[in-house]
């Protein structure tokens, strides 16, 4: 038997305990990489689960902010019907309480001049106050009947979530159309009775009434 010289029997020995070294290395590296793909499928797993709940969530946001949404433009549509009936409300009572009731006024004083001093100006000028406040009673006529068919194309809504104004309004338009006709049965006939008739009257003859007012 040979001996090996000591530096190769050292190498050789060395040579052993390193492939001995490099294979313990080599478990525990795979053991660490087995635990990390461990941990990162868990964490997968994890983020899986978490992206799942987050959709759902935003699933019920989105049906939440559309129910909103669909609440906020069916508040802002009856709002803008209760506004259009305000509005009409208010058109209507302006043409009534100013325009229709200012003519009238002056109607009535120019009436009181031709009463005081008779004169063919005076009745010219009451002539032309009837006849404007037959303008402003046709003026309020049409207002009312815009207010009116308002009402009707949206009498059903109207009625289901805003009656109380609903009613309101009717009486207004009824009041209003009452007013309307009373001007202008009115103003018809006074502006009848002041038509030209002409007359001859003969010193010759007795006197004969004219059968006018």
């Known amino acids: ?19 001995g070294y490099l294979w313990h290395t080599s478990n525990v590296t795979r053991a660490a990489l087995e635990a990390e793909i461990t941990a990162a499928r868990g964490e997968v797993a994890d983020l899986t689960l978490a992206q799942a709940t987050l959709s759902a969530r935003l699933s019920e946001a989105d049906t939440e902010l559309a129910r909103v949404r669909a609440a906020n433009a069916e508040r802002d549509r009856l709002d803008a019907l209760a506004q259009g009936l305000s509005s009409g409300l208010a058109r209507l009572a302006a043409t009534v309480n100013t325009d229709l009731a200012g003519a009238w006024t002056q109607a009535a004083a120019a009436q009181e001049a031709l009463f005081a001093s008779p004169s063919p100006e005076s009745r010219d000028a009451f002539r032309k106050a009837l006849e404007a406040a037959a303008a402003h009673a046709r003026s309020t006529g049409e207002v009312r009947a815009e207010l009116a068919a308002f009402i009707d194309t949206n009498a059903t809504e109207l009625a289901a979530h805003r009656s109380a104004e609903l009613e309101a309004a009717r009486t207004r338009v009824a009041s209003a159309d009452a007013s309307i006709t009373r001007a202008t049965h009115a103003v018809g006939q006074t502006l009848a009775s002041l038509r030209d008739v002409p007359f001859t009257a003969l010193a010759s003859e007795d006197w004969r009434t004219t059968t006018l007012d």
């Open 1 to 19: 038997m040979k001996l090996l010289p000591v530096s190769l029997a050292v190498l050789l020995a060395g040579s052993a305990a390193g492939s």
